[in-house]
Every structure is written in structure tokens, then in C-alpha cells.
């Protein structure tokens, strides 16, 4: 879990090695940008080598403190990820994991206190930062604001915008960036044994995101949910409002499902506006779909895709702040309908 394992994000982890080796790490980091970049893997990556005792230009992976980290056994280096169920301190039983509460700051604040129990500094790792309650924030905001010594702060979020700017202003700001497809295939056939004609697909399909390649490639019912989103989003073209309904109860049962579809959503919709731009089919993100890709290109104005490309943005901040699933898929997918199909 070392900087060498982070994929292709040279920039970012230049920024933080130089700011440790120069001895001047800030006090709380931002990485931000899209799932499945690598962010979480960037900042136990950090962690390593803010404890490593035999760090140069990375961690050594193989000394106690590197191997604990890499493990989640380290006793100063504490992540609360909601999405992977782990915690600062157990949450209440009714609590349902749509935001993070202010207890788990207020276990930080605490923790944070005292020094470090057996490495040269303590980090926190708040992934998802963006689902901070804001109680939580304000915890959070107190810390920030008069950091412990020898303590980091490491959040991870998708934007800065979804984060309070009073907690934004006190942190450095860390950009992922998308991945390319050659070094998306190539972790994926190196790093994970992936064949290399199906992790060149993978790549192709996986829009710069390393996570989401891997999760299709272990997981073969996440490509089987892709092909069927897919397949719906034609058939909503031309479906009744009865079919639109019926697909927005299915899809809903499934929560965990809606940030990948609203993204395949966004990245189709993108696909027909580059055709009709471009008929360049190597700039395409669903290349196996070219034949689709052509037809609906040929047939939805560039009014229309402007229109669904609202829906979606539309759908994903509904997500955000907690739409019941049915619902936002509902008006999702009634604001799908094209002018010459009847309400």
C-alpha cells in the first residue's frame, strides 16, 4: 500500500512525498476526484509513509509499522469508511449510513488528543467526506482550526464543492485524476492477472477508473447490470409511462447499484454527443456498443442529450441528499422522454 502501488497519479504523490521530505506536511489533506481512482489506496499510501522509519522516497512495505497500516491494524492510523463498514467507534444500531454522524468526530477529537502510540504521527482517514453531517462538520472544523501536534487529517471527496468552506479552507487540496485506458489495462493485466483481451475491454468501458475495472472483472453480475442498464436506457426512448414506472421500482431495489448506473447514464449520453461530433469510434467509452451508439446518435437531437445530461446531474444530487431511490428514478426516467413521445 506503499506510493508505488497508487496508479498513475504522479502529480498527487509528488505534492505529498515532497511535503513530508521537506518537513513541512500540512496538518489536513483533500484528495478529491472521481471513485475508483485510487484515493483511498493514495491515502494509506501516505499514512506508510508519514510512519515509515525507513522511508526515502517511499515506504520500505515491510517494516512493522508499513505491514500494521496495510493490514488496518495500525493503533495510529484509524479510517472511518462507511461504504466498507469501518469506524472510529461502533455506530448506534439505528443508524442507517447515509451520513456520518458527529460521534465519530468526536471520537477523533479525543483520539486525537494523545499522542502517538507507536508511530511518528496519527492519521485519520475520513473517506466519503462529503457524507459529514453537519454536526459533524462543525466537530470536525474545531480540529481543524487548532490541529494536535503531529497529527494528519486525510478526507477523501468527490468535489470540493460537496464539502463546507470553512472546512475546505483549512485543508491542502489533492487532485486524482482520471486514469487512462492503457494504464487502467495494464494494472489490471500486471498487477491482478487479468487476461489482457478482457482487461483491455474493461479499461475501454471503465472510464478512467481503476476500481470499477477491478469490480467488473471479480464480479460478473456488475457487467450483466451494465449491459441491462444499458439496454434500458434505450427502451426508454420510446416506453409508456407505465413501463417507466415499472423500471424505477425495479432498479430502486437496489441503492447500492445507483452511483454506477447515474455514471453509465452520464458516460452514454456523452458517447452520443461525441458521434455526432466526431463518428471517431476511439473516443468512445462504450465501444461495444458502437451500432446503439450510431443509431441513437442519428436520431436525438443535441438539445436532447443536453436535456438528459441534466437529468442525470439532476439524479445524482437527488442521491446525494438522500431521495428515496424510487422516486428520483421515477423522475429520472419521465425526464428521459423525448418531445415526440406523448406524456
Same mark, same amino acid.
Not at 13 to 19: D, E, K, Q
Given at each position: 500500500?506503499?506510493? $508505488?502501488?497508487?496508479?498513475?497519479?504522479?502529480? /498527487?504523490?509528488?505534492?505529498?512525498?515532497?511535503?513530508?521530505?521537506?518537513?513541512?506536511?500540512?496538518?489536513?489533506? #483533500?484528495?478529491?476526484?472521481?471513485?475508483?481512482?485510487?484515493? $483511498?489506496? !493514495? /491515502? #494509506? /499510501?501516505?499514512?506508510?509513509?508519514?510512519?515509515?522509519?525507513?522511508?526515502?522516497?517511499?515506504?520500505?512495505?515491510?517494516?512493522?509499522?508499513?505491514?500494521? +497500516? /496495510?493490514?488496518?491494524?495500525?493503533?495510529?492510523?484509524?479510517?472511518?469508511?462507511?461504504?466498507?463498514?469501518?469506524?472510529?467507534?461502533?455506530?448506534?444500531?439505528?443508524?442507517?449510513?447515509?451520513? +456520518?454522524?458527529?460521534?465519530?468526530?468526536?471520537? !477523533?477529537?479525543?483520539?486525537?488528543?494523545?499522542?502517538?502510540?507507536?508511530?511518528?504521527?496519527?492519521?485519520? +482517514?475520513?473517506?466519503?467526506?462529503?457524507?459529514?453531517?453537519?454536526?459533524?462538520?462543525?466537530?470536525? #472544523?474545531?480540529?481543524?482550526?487548532?490541529?494536535?501536534?503531529?497529527?494528519?487529517?486525510?478526507?477523501?471527496?468527490?468535489?470540493?464543492?460537496?464539502?463546507?468552506?470553512?472546512?475546505?479552507?483549512?485543508?491542502?487540496?489533492?487532485?486524482?485524476?482520471?486514469?487512462?485506458?492503457?494504464?487502467?489495462?495494464?494494472?489490471?493485466?500486471?498487477?491482478?492477472?487479468?487476461?489482457?483481451?478482457?482487461?483491455?475491454?474493461?479499461?475501454?468501458?471503465?472510464?478512467?477508473?481503476?476500481?470499477?475495472?477491478?469490480?467488473?472483472?471479480?464480479?460478473?453480475?456488475?457487467?450483466?447490470?451494465?449491459?441491462?442498464?444499458?439496454?434500458?436506457?434505450?427502451?426508454?426512448?420510446?416506453?409508456?409511462?407505465?413501463?417507466?414506472?415499472?423500471?424505477?421500482?425495479?432498479?430502486?431495489?437496489?441503492?447500492?447499484?445507483?452511483?454506477?448506473?447515474?455514471?453509465?447514464?452520464?458516460?452514454?449520453?456523452?458517447?452520443?454527443?461525441?458521434?455526432?461530433?466526431?463518428?471517431?469510434?476511439? !473516443?468512445?467509452?462504450?465501444?461495444?456498443?458502437?451500432?446503439?451508439? $450510431?443509431?441513437?446518435?442519428? +436520431?436525438?437531437?443535441?438539445?436532447? !442529450?443536453?436535456?438528459?445530461?441534466?437529468?442525470?446531474?439532476?439524479?445524482?444530487?437527488?442521491?446525494?441528499?438522500?431521495?428515496?431511490?424510487?422516486?428520483?428514478?421515477?423522475?429520472?426516467?419521465?425526464?428521459?422522454?423525448?418531445?415526440?413521445?406523448?406524456?
Amino acid at each position: 500500500m506503499a506510493f $508505488r502501488d497508487v496508479v498513475d497519479q504522479h502529480h /498527487a504523490v509528488r505534492l505529498l512525498r515532497t511535503a513530508v521530505r521537506t518537513g513541512r506536511p500540512s496538518h489536513a489533506y #483533500l484528495l478529491v476526484g472521481p471513485v475508483g481512482v485510487g484515493r $483511498r489506496t !493514495l /491515502a #494509506l /499510501a501516505f499514512a506508510q509513509y508519514l510512519n515509515c522509519p525507513q522511508a526515502d522516497r517511499d515506504a520500505c512495505g515491510v517494516c512493522r509499522d508499513c505491514v500494521r +497500516i /496495510a493490514q488496518g491494524q495500525h493503533p495510529d492510523v484509524r479510517v472511518l469508511d462507511m461504504a466498507a463498514d469501518r469506524w472510529f467507534i461502533p455506530p448506534p444500531r439505528e443508524h442507517r449510513g447515509r451520513e +456520518i454522524p458527529i460521534d465519530q468526530v468526536r471520537a !477523533l477529537r479525543q483520539d486525537a488528543a494523545y499522542p502517538p502510540y507507536e508511530g511518528r504521527v496519527k492519521v485519520y +482517514i475520513i473517506a466519503d467526506a462529503e457524507l459529514l453531517s453537519p454536526g459533524a462538520a462543525n466537530s470536525l #472544523l474545531k480540529v481543524l482550526e487548532e490541529p494536535p501536534p503531529d497529527v494528519v487529517i486525510v478526507l477523501i471527496a468527490e468535489s470540493t464543492v460537496s464539502l463546507p468552506p470553512t472546512v475546505l479552507s483549512r485543508c491542502q487540496v489533492v487532485r486524482c485524476a482520471l486514469l487512462s485506458a492503457s494504464e487502467v489495462e495494464r494494472a489490471l493485466v500486471e498487477r491482478y492477472g487479468v487476461p489482457a483481451e478482457r482487461a483491455r475491454f474493461l479499461a475501454a468501458i471503465s472510464a478512467g477508473r481503476l476500481g470499477r475495472a477491478l469490480a467488473w472483472a471479480q464480479d460478473e453480475s456488475r457487467l450483466a447490470a451494465r449491459r441491462r442498464f444499458l439496454d434500458l436506457l434505450g427502451e426508454l426512448e420510446t416506453a409508456t409511462d407505465t413501463q417507466r414506472l415499472d423500471a424505477a421500482e425495479a432498479l430502486a431495489r437496489d441503492r447500492d447499484l445507483l452511483p454506477d448506473l447515474l455514471e453509465l447514464a452520464a458516460f452514454w449520453y456523452r458517447d452520443l454527443l461525441v458521434w455526432q461530433e466526431t463518428q471517431d469510434p476511439t !473516443l468512445l467509452v462504450n465501444r461495444d456498443r458502437e451500432a446503439e451508439i $450510431r443509431r441513437w446518435a442519428a +436520431i436525438l437531437t443535441p438539445e436532447d !442529450l443536453h436535456r438528459r445530461f441534466d437529468a442525470v446531474e439532476h439524479a445524482k444530487d437527488s442521491l446525494a441528499r438522500n431521495v428515496q431511490p424510487r422516486l428520483l428514478l421515477e423522475r429520472f426516467f419521465y425526464q428521459l422522454r423525448s418531445p415526440a413521445v406523448p406524456a
